[in-house]
């Protein structure tokens, strides 16, 4: 009983914190998820539109075509994913690039397509960060899948070859082995499984698990809606698409203004030493280096963007290389300058987990602060003020324990209107659990101390563009 009051009180502590950061949101906690999600999807309310953002909007739209056209979908089928996106510019940007079946992927799309049905949509664009490792903690991650309760090794690699590599590490052979973790456990499931995913090889893993995700989605969602799912090498392509036009908003700002770079690294660097630290780490200067098969950061200095393990100068800071290192992936956009192309710039609103709905604002700050001490942008920084919920809480809302082996089992196919169904009248308290990324994080458990006794506060200026 003590463990069950403290679980509750945790996940109290975590709702009135985010009530604290958004008010709007206790509006919600009496209600059904449903009524959440449809809020989350709400079109942005409609202002004129500076020329940046038109222009960056305009690109996104390009890299959404494109990517639906790389995946095989039909001409219209695109045409109507962009449709819907350039009228609502909403983007669930929560789940890492995982299996759709496991269960932080499947869920937190469940919620998206609650939002989405409740406006009469018909398409899904997601974008999955695969920037990440294989694994991210005791066989959890993008290189583990959970069957029957079984831990499953995706691809059958050595430890050796998943700690410390990321899902974009290459050239190599990957193929689907659906390995268990213990010798002799064969999920009954597995064979299902097996049979559902690509059957080639694949010189990245992120590359793979894109290609098992368009087949999964039919079994697992069916066809009511038409699903793309982006990630960071469309991101890359976008980025480069940015730097090859001369008069780019992207181009004369961050690669040839020296001052609007560096005021958002010395924004960066400012928030740390501040109340707000922890939430926005410097962890690269706006681009990953991939070498080797791992992801290394990299530093600003003098033009240049440098190794600072070891001192070399990678690339220099300027368009034409970083356009070719894109093109080969040995660059990867981080999550920044991801943002600034997907959501700042062309005024998308960003669904995220649970660290996002604290560092999201924080960017835009940044990037805001950066505009005003370089004295530029006047129209945009207004837009960025007046922004229509720029970024919520949108990944793990629905939090469940299940490892969703039935679905595989005799042919099942899961039916839309049965998951609508059964999910559409469940409250937000229920639907939620034990919100246990809140709880378990430390982070979180700091913030709510610095929230109670008001060592940050609402009103403080790094909060104004949530």
């Not at 909403?90 to 998206?112: C, K, N």
């Not at 033009?303 to 800071?317: H, I, Y």
Request: with cysteine.
């Amino acid at each position: 009983m003590y463990e069950l009051a403290g679980a509750a009180g945790a996940k109290q502590a975590v709702l009135r914190s985010l009530a604290t950061l958004y008010p709007w949101m206790q509006h919600y906690y009496s209600r059904p998820i449903r009524d959440y999600a449809a809020r989350l999807y709400e079109a942005p309310v409609s202002t004129a539109m500076p020329e940046s953002r038109q222009y960056a909007l305009a690109k996104l739209l390009d890299a959404i075509k494109n990517a639906g056209k790389r995946n095989g979908l039909p001409i219209d089928a695109v045409a109507e994913i962009c449709r819907e996106f350039g009228e609502r510019r909403v983007l669930q940007t929560g789940p890492h690039l995982l299996l759709l079946m496991d269960p932080e992927a499947y869920y937190t799309h469940v919620l998206s397509l609650l939002g989405l049905s409740a406006h009469g949509c018909s398409t899904y664009l997601s974008y999955a960060v695969s920037t990440v490792s294989l694994v991210e903690r005791a066989r959890k991650g993008p290189g583990w899948l959970t069957v029957d309760q079984t831990p499953i090794n995706v691809f059958g690699l050595p430890r050796s070859r998943m700690i410390g590599y990321s899902l974009l590490t290459g050239p190599g052979a990957y193929r689907f082995e659906l390995v268990p973790a213990e010798q002799g456990a064969e999920p009954e499931a597995l064979a299902v499984l097996h049979n559902l995913l690509p059957k080639g090889q694949f010189e990245r893993p992120a590359h793979a698990i894109k290609e098992a995700n368009c087949s999964l989605w039919p079994k697992l969602f069916g066809r009511r809606f038409t699903f793309l799912q982006i990630d960071d090498e469309d991101i890359a392509d976008l980025v480069a698409n940015h730097l090859s036009e001369e008069n780019s908003w992207l181009r004369t700002r961050l690669l040839e203004d020296p001052r609007f770079a560096l005021h958002m690294l010395a924004e960066i660097d400012r928030l740390a030493d501040g109340p707000w630290s922890g939430w926005l780490a410097r962890g690269t200067d706006f681009f990953w280096f991939y070498q080797n098969g791992r992801r290394l950061p990299l530093r600003l200095v003098d033009g240049e963007l440098v190794n600072p393990a070891t001192g070399l100068k990678t690339v220099r800071f300027e368009a034409s290389e970083i356009i070719e290192r894109l093109a080969d992936r040995s660059l990867i956009p981080n999550l920044l300058l991801m943002f600034l192309v997907v959501s700042v710039l062309p005024g998308a609103r960003a669904l995220g987990g649970s660290h996002q709905p604290v560092y999201y604002p924080l960017m835009r700050y940044v990037v805001c602060r950066a505009l005003e001490a370089a004295d530029v942008d006047a129209d945009l920084r207004d837009a960025l003020k007046t922004d229509d919920l720029p970024g919520a809480w949108g990944h793990r809302v629905i939090e469940r324990d299940d490892d969703l082996s039935d679905v595989f089992r005799n042919g099942h196919t899961a039916a839309y209107g049965d998951i609508i169904d059964h999910f559409s009248q469940m409250s937000f308290a229920e639907a939620c659990g034990g919100m246990s990324s809140f709880v378990s994080d430390a982070s979180w458990q700091h913030f709510h101390t610095q929230l109670r006794e008001r060592v940050t506060t609402p009103s403080d200026a790094e909060w104004a563009f949530s």
